[in-house]
């Protein structure tokens, strides 16, 4: 599935290739974005087929598509192109430069009456204003005189496809969220307010054209499309270039006059030109690239790989934005309908947590603000605490429908908790464990104290129905990875409720809130202790659940055939009573504490479940490579490793081209370099160290991590 | 709840109310069928509020919803009668006859000008002719001569509300599943062809009305409504008599030209009059009650009721229609989509088999009829064999889209096995063992050897992720209920192809179409041998599954109260974690084999499992009644015996009004009162024998039963 047409450079993809078979493999890769919106990678000038397709996606815009349920809203196509003269396109090469986010695709096109021209068309979204993005398009006449009929503006008449949350069902209804309240355009530009149902919440768009040479201009604005209209000779010799500034502003955004703002900013960008807007934002991305990039010798294949990783990431953070979080295709898929899930936790997170501790942070408050959905969460499942939801979206409530998972794949909670004190123990970000964290850790203990079952006749306290990140394992009881979690949750809030008693005018004010008593903080104790952690000592192994042991052997050799999921084969309730794991369990435990457990025991989870694992998630092989490196596995790591950095480059799962990129695997593909190959860890100084594990075909890595508010340059 | 209205009498119901809170539960008790054809009890000329509440189901006849799942269509509604002058009711008393079907509803009216009226309106739907039904209406004026107008035809404007089979969520989303093809009227009366969506299917409907007095008559067809509209005067001492005739055909009727055979028919009805279809229907009913009445003496409101139980299951089975099953709500419902579930074997079918073994032989037919779904059933989890639906409309594909439910509540199959045997055992038709039954036995035992999980440390066959009858075990392991029926299934399969070889010719046809091997019939026998059927031997007690014991106390006391559900109060998934029971699980076990097991483990079972049951399903009190019957606790059994002999007469599950009745009690009081308390059982000479465990309030109990094709009156 791998396009030969792609050409992976240290700080560039290059395609040359118009083949429509993977003409949305290119649109998922190409995809741009700074946080606040994503564009997939479409060509502007392009056939429109799906408008569910064409999508941009504001961070945190949803509505809701049923009592309860939310869809991530496709918003108005930014960068609508179209001709009024027959012509088609004849070849095109696009270029993707990591370094300032550029979009760049050259193409010949050709008139119905044999006129030949190249069209190269820019793009961008700006990082250094997020409101602001920019197409700038050049037209070339090469066969003699050209007349030119040419509109571009905004194109609101795009749907959205809802897609169910059970991987095995497709949606073909597509659905319009957005219906246009305002839609204007004259000679200069045009404005456009869409508005959604049944929350009326609205996106405000202004955007400006101009050429350089002499046209004839008029506005266009039907429906939800608004778009000036230039016709015009180009003299052979000459070029045509147009430049539209598009500037975005939504209900999200607090201000008075969002349309007078965006038509502000629209003019403004417009002063400022295509050149000048990008200079702005290549400035931006350089500051990000000091601290976030990878430098890798020996193979600039993977060094772009590497930086596409990072690259993507970074698109899709909406770095100051604390009431967002990153969905499992960010913003440049509508799949799992733009949903939060763990995968920002336990995968994406800790990219940001060592290189840009201020995103991570907002990450984690995204959780704090969902807190009284969480509570309400616990509330409806008759349960005390905070219960975060599987798939979480700007109401914080629960987006799964099904029982077994969204009842049941209760880990998240645990995983928020998790970060919530690695994000601490990394940043020694006293205030926030005080002013936020706390909080985080003892509604979400009071959750599990009433979630697990206690069983008297063995006093011990059972995690009944649960689904743990192995999704093949049905619904099961003491998911050891899940219960470890709980019993770290349970541990961390009490010795959060002892730091912050020790700052006694801060506590005052939590304790206000939270009422912890005495008895409270005992019982998490006993509880803790009293989890069910199933351990079998004979073989030196964490079992993974009470009910893998008994599941009937698959010979995986036989049905598994590439990367693509076996579901797609096997039917999934099938798959979950053979004794297969669908991605990394208890060997993601064993990574999310590498200083904790014995190299034995590390060893032991290695041999008996790796053979076992299909990697049947995105978020496998990155982990995999994680721990093959801790345990000096270095020729297996690094397989893992570039099937996780080559993941979507390389459409491995075979769905990057419906289903977008894939935002964990890039996170786990980082941590697989820097947690497990360059082996960094905290020493016992506070400052980093390293412990490489990379094969002989990598002469060095350097990278940048910050810790304690300290940044170390780091060289392997 | 219980309507102080309602006066339950031993041959008829009446009520003497029109409070509005109870309106809809008079429609759901008063609803009136003929297996071909259900329809709720509303008043006629009645306020049409919701129209999906005005509901006339044909037996068989769905249609798609979405893809794959199928809603039960709600068709015209027959007995639609308007007034063309202001008027309003001001008091009515209304009476069901149960010997004849006839529901007749007296009711003073007033019109805006004071005058006064009597409206006598009696409706049935025939019994000798299933696609007849007629309404007959008398208007008195009683303070002077009366202007009328009145309207009577066919409303095709009906709606469809489709409720998820999930518990609880509920739709609001009315949908129109019909649209009208052809709506025609003229003085004599009118004809309605409506057509469903996206199959294309229809129903023909044909009426004609007479009047006995001079009246200005003429026709109105507008969308989906037909009427004939009469004008004139009523003089003060005469009655005037509105007759109409209805003749309902569907697509499911296998015949040229429908709607000529409706016209026909109505007409034909037209020269019968009401009280010569009427005639014609209790002559129907006569030989049903011959056969199927159960006589109480000593009680009359407990004989009405037990009557009433009868009746119901009489009108909602299409006693000759081999392609149908008796829905959870019948033909008077659309709750749960008109969808078939177990409750026709386990609960109902019994009753037919002792009574009307030809009506039971059809219900199985039914089910042999969609074995070519159940084996798609089964293919599509990756499984051999046929696997029957959670939920089954007519399709015979699955209707319940959950995991925990439609995947795991996996016992229908081995029911659908188990009601097989038991036919052959009681009819002794063999014939249908080799034509039908067999094929079942053994395609089912394949689904099980292939769904069974096979642990080699153990060397066991665990069933691993199963919902048993108890809804609120989650999704468990070894539900022994279900291990037992799986068992008996397999031993069954086994049996009965033993059998049929002894007829080599039938045999020959039959292994054609199986291809049973020896090696098969081994591997039946070694999985009944080696599949997992939990007893604790301390206890002398069957365990229900794996994880029973290991839930958490509930003080059944402090928080259950009255009937009604307790997943209303306390969240379903909480339920699932407390020692609690929804609904008869390992009792139901001990009331199908009732001669198998030891009194010691019965009494173990009911003393262990009964304290801990919520009886928060219908299905409940009935198999409850049974075993206390069968163990001599003759006080416990009778009121467990009016729970559910009196549930929707009390409405003791306060959902009655909004769910319509519950067939399946129905079945299960029957089978209480019959089974348990009379204590029939198959003597060793092959007749039947009785063992009576009356409370000393019944004098006596006179019913009739049929066993190897002979009848018994039996008298205790």
């Not at 004849?90 to 009456?113: F, I, K, N, Y």
Request: net charge negative; with cysteine.
């Amino acid at each position: 599935m791998k396009s030969e047409h792609l050409k992976i450079l240290p700080w560039s993809l290059e395609i040359t290739d118009m083949d429509p078979d993977y003409s949305s493999f290119y649109e998922s890769i190409l995809s741009q974005g700074n946080g606040y919106l994503g564009v997939r990678g479409f060509d502007p000038a392009g056939v429109k087929e799906n408008s569910f397709e064409r999508s941009v996606f504001l961070a945190g815009f949803f509505e809701y598509i049923k009592p309860g349920v939310t869809d991530m809203v496709n918003t108005p196509d930014l960068f609508s192109l179209r001709f009024g003269i027959p012509c088609q396109e004849v070849s095109a090469a696009t270029t993707l430069d990591m370094r300032t986010g550029l979009l760049t695709r050259e193409a010949l096109w050709q008139t119905e009456r044999g006129e030949l021209f190249s069209l190269i068309s820019r793009r961008m979204v700006s990082m250094h204003n997020k409101h602001a993005s920019a197409l700038e398009v050049e037209i070339k006449p090469l066969n003699g005189d050209l007349h030119i009929v040419l509109e571009t503006g905004l194109d609101g008449d795009v749907t959205n496809l809802p897609i169910s949350d059970d991987q095995m069902t497709e949606n073909t209804q597509c659905k319009s969220l957005l219906t246009p309240v305002f839609c204007h355009a004259n000679q200069l530009g045009g404005t456009l307010v869409m508005e959604s149902t049944p929350s009326k919440r609205h996106v405000y768009q202004a955007y400006r054209v101009m050429a350089n040479l002499p046209m004839a201009t008029t506005g266009v604005a039907v429906d939800a499309y608004t778009a000036v209209r230039l016709e015009g000779n180009i003299p052979q010799g000459d070029v045509l270039v147009v430049t539209k500034t598009i500037a975005t502003y939504s209900y999200r955004d607090p201000m008075q006059d969002h349309l007078a703002e965006a038509i502000r900013l629209a003019e403004l960008l417009a002063g400022l030109g295509f050149a000048g807007m990008l200079n702005a934002s290549a400035q931006v991305w350089c500051e990000l690239w000091e601290s976030c990039d990878i430098e890798v010798d020996g193979d600039p294949e993977l060094q772009g790989a590497v930086r596409y990783n990072i690259f993507q990431l970074l698109q899709n953070n909406a770095a100051d934005d604390p009431y967002v979080s990153i969905g499992a295709r960010g913003l440049m898929h509508g799949r799992y309908k733009g949903n939060y899930f763990w995968d920002t936790e336990i995968f994406m997170l800790p990219f940001f947590l060592y290189t840009r501790p201020e995103a991570a942070k907002n990450l984690l408050l995204y959780r704090y603000h969902m807190l009284p959905s969480a509570r309400d969460g616990a509330k409806s499942l008759g349960l005390n605490g905070a219960r975060y939801p599987w798939m979480s979206s700007n109401t914080g409530y629960e987006q799964c429908e099904t029982w077994d998972t969204g009842c049941c794949e209760v880990h998240i909670t645990a995983d928020v908790a998790h970060v919530v004190q690695e994000y601490v123990r990394i940043t020694d970000d006293e205030d926030f464990l005080v002013h936020y964290g706390t909080e985080i850790l003892v509604e979400t203990a009071r959750y599990w104290v009433s979630r697990l079952t206690y069983n008297e006749a063995a006093d011990c306290y059972n995690l009944l129905f649960v689904k743990g990140p192995d999704e093949y394992c049905g619904v099961t009881t003491n998911n050891t990875y899940t219960n470890y979690l709980v019993r770290e949750n349970l541990l961390g809030a009490i010795r959060a409720v002892n730091f912050v008693r020790q700052r006694p005018e801060d506590w005052d004010v939590l304790q206000a809130k939270l009422q912890v008593t005495a008895q409270e903080l005992e019982k998490f104790e006993e509880v803790a202790e009293k989890l069910v952690i199933l351990y079998d000592e004979d073989r030196e192994l964490l079992l993974q659940d009470e009910l893998f042991e008994r599941m009937e052997p698959l010979d995986i050799s036989v049905h598994k055939h590439g990367a693509a999921a076996l579901y797609r084969t096997i039917p999934y309730d099938r798959l979950q009573r053979y004794k297969v794991i669908k991605q990394a369990d208890l060997v993601l435990l064993m990574t999310l504490y590498p200083e904790r457990f014995s190299t034995k025991l590390k060893e032991n989870i290695w041999s008996y479940y790796e053979p076992l694992t299909l990697h049947d998630s995105s978020l496998s092989f990155g982990t995999h490579a994680q721990l093959a490196a801790d345990l000096g596995y270095v020729d297996v790591a690094w397989d893992y490793f570039r099937k996780s950095v080559f993941l979507d480059l390389y459409n491995i799962m075979e769905n990057t081209h419906h289903e977008g990129i894939h935002l964990a695997a890039l996170g786990a593909s980082w941590q697989a370099l820097v947690l497990g190959m360059a082996g960094l860890r905290q020493g016992e100084d506070g400052k980093p160290k390293v412990d490489p594990k990379l094969p002989s075909t990598i002469r060095g890595l350097r990278f940048s991590v910050v810790t304690g508010g300290r940044k170390y340059d780091i060289s392997v």
